[in-house]
């Protein structure tokens, strides 16, 4: 029971990556707050979980007032928060043309994926970390970025964002190592989600051919991530930001 005690919140736990992070956060004995955007696919999500007391959030985490809201509510039914999983991202977005490439994209485009992916991860952090300074947490903050932020495979917008969630996770550690906050992240190669049954097949194989371990992950495999940066056997990790990509670019 690595997280026996904690309250832990798990943005874009729907499906793949996070419903694996929730899930295995609730084995690990931490109560789990589960966002998404998708009822269905949070409601799916909470039946998987051990124990009781977890809470379904519903709510674009890109919009700043719903993510105060959120944390409102989290304030009054647990009074703390302990872990954040940064997880909640997206590929694409309308807006974008038909590759993802500059000359095809719109404002509407760019700024879609940007609002998700970076700014829903500050709008998080932010009211976690006021939280957590309020009650005087020690917690730990998991960014979940992509190798595409080092190799540039990718849409534009997705490797940028990406990019950025890096220098983002080392700024805000040096910020919060001094008030014991832990804050690093996690580059996830082609795991086998939702997002990669969307990319063609012949990207796909190629993807594969380039993984020295010969398959893609599976998203239980960057839980298993997930879970070791929450819990204290990562008591000395801040800044730092460790890649469960199966060999696929090596930091």
Known sequence: M????????????????GRATATMFSQEGATVIVNDLN????????????GNNHLALEGDISK??????????IESKYRRIDIVVNNAGIGRSPGDGENGEIQEMEDSGWKGVMSVNLDGTFYVSREA??????????GSLINISSTSAFSGEG???YCTSKGALLAFT?????????????????CPGPT???????IPDEWVNSMVAAIPLGRVGQ????????????????????????AANGGSHMI
Do not use: C, W, Y
């Open 64 to 73: 700043s007032s719903n993510v105060v809201d959120m944390f409102k509510e």
């Open 155 to 157: 849409p534009l917008h």
């Open 129 to 138: 970390v006021r939280l957590m300074l309020k009650k005087e947490i020690k």
């Open 219 to 242: 998203p239980e495999e960057v839980a298993k991530t997930s879970l070791f940066l929450a819990s204290d056997d990562s008591s000395f990790f801040t800044g730092q930001t460790l």
């Open 39 to 50: 009822n269905d696919d949070i409601e799916k999500t909470m039946e998987l979980l051990d």
């Open 2 to 17: 690595k997280l026996k005690n904690k309250i832990a919140l798990v943005t874009g736990a729907g499906l793949g990556m």
């Open 170 to 186: 080392r700024a805000l550690a040096i910020d919060l190592g001094p008030k014991g906050i832990r804050v690093n992240a996690i």
């Open 192 to 198: 086998a989600t939702r997002m990669l049954e969307g």
